[in-house]
């Protein structure tokens, strides 16, 4: 069997995601063969260490198009590759990028897309996957019925292994015809979060806060505890539709979906939109005056008291234990 895995990269630099899909083709293709596709600009000379992580070949689309992310552009660069080396089932990460070109891919091969699935497997040559539904409360089970299978990984939920870095891969330059007509939009400028700030989506740990935190103001508290633990600053909706905090902090059905090894909810109480983003969580430890917060019911660990109080109490401690 065949695997064709995207790897995703920004600026120069492949997604956390990215590996774990390249190591989740290398599990589920045991001794088949495993393709990473690169598309970009720049990229050929860093493609190589893909193979650490269990790419046996590797395919690198570069041009000035596709120097900024163009939906079009690697959509139709992806579709070439898959076209050309005729895989039995292509993997993508379920990042903002991967839920974007999946869907667009699946309907030019004409094959359905197993999204944002947590298990994959083959069952007579088919793809087979898991992914929760319901946010969460329901694992499904879903099989492509045509070839390539198409499935989109969430982030996480595939550990990546450990690189051999005694592994080598051929890297190949992969030519794609494009022009500007072919574009129907494209990228003018990326404008990146604050500089040291910890992605959302490949974070670790991940220290949230929602109406209960009561002004944006008082995010500072949980500003304090993210740096003793390295870790991302998340928000519910709630917090983001007051203004606390930007729309590329939101957690849940409407914002990111993330499964870090810590989850620290801080005023949340726990409706089932922030749910959907955040029950993939290794460990999950609620802070909520409210005992009857539905927060509780999922967490790991609850402390039932004000977060402007419990917060800055567990910072000092971390800080002591380090």
């Not at 905090?245 to 989850?263: F, I, M, N």
Request: with cysteine.
């Amino acid at each position: 069997m065949k695997v064709l895995v995207f790897a995703e990269q920004r600026a120069g630099e492949f997604r956390k995601a990215a590996i774990e899909a390249i190591c989740a083709a290398r599990r589920l293709d045991g001794d088949g063969e495993v393709v990473a596709v690169v598309i970009g600009k720049g990229i050929a000379d860093k493609a190589g260490q893909l193979a650490a992580y269990g790419a046996d070949k590797i395919l690198s689309i570069e041009h000035d198009l596709l120097d900024l992310y163009s939906t079009d552009g690697y959509t139709t660069s992806l579709q070439k590759a898959v076209e050309s080396e005729n895989p039995d089932a292509v993997l993508l990460a379920a990042t903002a990028m991967g839920r974007d070109l999946a869907p667009r891919l699946g309907a030019r091969l004409d094959v359905p897309v197993l999204a944002d699935v947590t298990e994959l497997s083959w069952v007579d040559g088919n793809l087979q996957a898991v992914r929760p539904v319901y946010a969460g409360k329901l694992m499904m089970t879903v099989k492509s019925n045509k070839t390539p299978g198409i499935a989109t990984t969430r982030p996480k939920a595939f550990l990546a292994s450990e690189p051999d870095q005694g592994k080598t891969a051929s890297v190949t330059s992969f030519d794609v015809s494009l022009s500007e007509d072919d574009l129907k939009a494209k990228v003018k400028q990326i404008q990146s979060e604050a500089e040291g700030m910890i992605e959302l989506t490949e974070a670790d740990f991940i220290v949230s806060g929602g109406r209960g935190m009561k002004a944006a103001e008082n995010f500072t508290v949980l500003e304090d505890l993210a740096k003793v633990l390295n870790a991302a600053i998340g928000a519910s909706r709630a917090a983001v539709d007051s203004g606390w905090r930007t729309h590329s902090e939101q957690v849940g059905q409407t914002g990111k979906v993330v499964a870090p090894t810590l989850y620290i909810a801080c005023g949340i109480s726990g409706a089932i939109q922030h749910l959907a983003g955040m029950t993939s969580s290794k460990v999950i430890i609620a802070i909520n005056k409210d005992p009857d917060a539905p927060i509780f019911k999922i967490a790991d660990y609850g402390i039932v008291g004000d977060a402007m109080e419990v917060v800055p109490a567990l910072t000092e401690a971390i800080k002591a234990a380090k």
